[in-house]
């Protein structure tokens, strides 16, 4: 079985977990510029906009 570089060998997951897990991953977002973004690093900080941005694909496809 041959994948292309946009597949995912991930379980599919239903469009309300998507929903769900982004609101929660903006909201963390939220409450790092909110309240002190010096706390967190760059690592973490890319992978909450990383995971928005594969709900956002998700959901959209």
Do not use: C, R, W
């Not at 929660?24 to 973490?44: K, L, R």
């Amino acid at each position: 079985m041959e994948f292309n570089k946009y597949q995912s060998l991930k379980k599919p997951k239903e469009k309300q977990h998507h929903i769900l897990h982004l609101m929660t991953t903006v909201g963390n977002i939220a409450d790092v510029y909110n309240n002190n973004i010096e706390n967190i690093g760059n690592e973490e900080l890319t992978v909450m906009l990383g995971e928005v941005l594969e709900d956002l694909t998700a959901l959209a496809t």
